[in-house]
């Protein structure tokens, strides 16, 4: 669904998560080894474009159905309806460019992300 960045990071800080997306990243953790980020988005909303610089394991207990964009472009739409729900998703990511997720859904997606600053 993502696409992972390969080969040198060329955003700044400025496009981090919690600074763009503050609506929807919340720190819930943070220190020299992990950061840990509490994602929410809310039906009908989309975050601004934001990247996450650090590989992580997002972990999802609410899902949604949503849009994942890179700019304008829609990369992945999820089925509906959503298969039936688990009690809990753990999907590994790298580093992340600029996008943004678009909730489609009635209800929130709440999601945990682990950012590995280790890695």
């Known amino acids: 669904m993502t696409h992972d960045v390969i080969g040198e990071w060329r955003w700044g800080a400025e ?8 609506k929807s990243h919340r720190v819930v953790f943070e220190n020299e080894h992990v950061r840990v980020l509490e994602i929410e988005v809310q039906p009908g909303s989309r975050e601004p474009e934001h990247t996450h ?26 089925p509906d309806p959503l298969p039936p729900p688990v009690e809990l998703t753990a999907t590994w990511y790298g580093p992340q460019g600029p996008h943004s997720v678009e909730n489609i859904d009635t209800v929130p997606m709440r999601a945990i992300r682990v950012e590995l600053k280790d890695a």
């Open 15 to 22: 496009l981090d998560s919690v600074v763009v997306a503050p």
């Open 53 to 78: 610089r650090l590989p992580s394991v997002m972990m999802t207990d609410r899902p949604a159905r949503i849009r994942y964009r890179i700019g304008d472009e829609v990369i992945f739409e999820s």
